[in-house]
């Protein structure tokens, strides 16, 4: 089993639908990521969370909340979905502050 | 704030070349330097790290200093394969900030 897990790897939704996309890990980490990643942008941060009752936005988390419910759980949800969502999702994980990330398979959304 | 920059792509070349992949840096403090790597439809993987100035980040034939006097970390492999086709990200991490910030990407494409 891979060290990080996203489910689903490939998702089409419609405009206006709520969407949760989740992520689980084998690593015992503490720190988990959610970012999005466009063609030409890199990876942009979403939200991160450094234990189970530590969430923190990140830079672009308009339109996105998460939930950490264990610490091998972080789930990121998109309330109401819209086009522009539209993009390639990753959940890292990192045990240390090094910032040597373990990256899952990604999740390729897609808003029609 | 911090940031990365790199180079633009797509590089292409042909098997057996020498690859550089330019990427320089804005940040406070002394942070640590990444390359990531993705292949086709997966998530990314850390292919190499520096973490003071000097230190030589290798792996797989890669091989990037860190430059503190030219806030610098060029990635460069002497002798690329096509398998090497993947998008290339440089990163930094600490400084001013605790989490991961990455460049755009940089395609290589290596033909045979």
């Known amino acids: 089993d891979a060290d990080v897990t996203q489910t689903p790897r490939n998702r089409i939704t419609k405009t206006g639908k709520r969407i949760m996309l989740e992520c689980s890990q084998t690593?015992?980490?503490?720190?988990m990521y959610w970012y999005r990643q466009d063609p030409g942008l890199g990876l942009r941060l979403i939200y991160y969370s450094f234990d189970v009752k530590d969430i923190n936005k990140g830079e672009i988390s308009d339109g996105y909340s998460v939930s950490r419910q264990a610490q091998a759980k972080f789930s990121l949800s998109l309330e109401s979905a819209i086009p522009n969502q539209t993009a390639l999702y990753f959940c890292a994980t990192s045990d240390m502050d090094r910032g040597g990330y373990t990256f899952g398979s990604g999740t390729r959304l897609t808003v029609v | 704030g911090n940031s990365v920059t790199q180079m633009e792509g797509p590089v292409t070349l042909s098997e057996e070349a020498f690859l550089t992949i330019n990427c320089t840096y804005t940040a406070t403090g002394y942070p640590s330097l990444f390359w990531y790597v993705q292949y086709p439809g997966e998530g990314l993987q850390l292919l190499l790290k520096?973490?003071?100035?000097?230190d030589k980040g290798s792996n797989k034939g890669f091989e990037a200093t860190y430059r503190k006097e030219t806030t610098s970390f060029h990635l460069e492999k002497g002798s690329v394969q096509v398998s090497d086709s993947a998008v290339y990200f440089c990163a930094l991490y600490g400084g001013a900030t605790n989490k991961l910030i990455f460049g755009t990407g940089t395609l290589l494409a290596v033909q045979p």
């Open positions: 520096a973490t003071k100035a000097d």
């Open positions: 690593k015992g980490h503490d720190r």
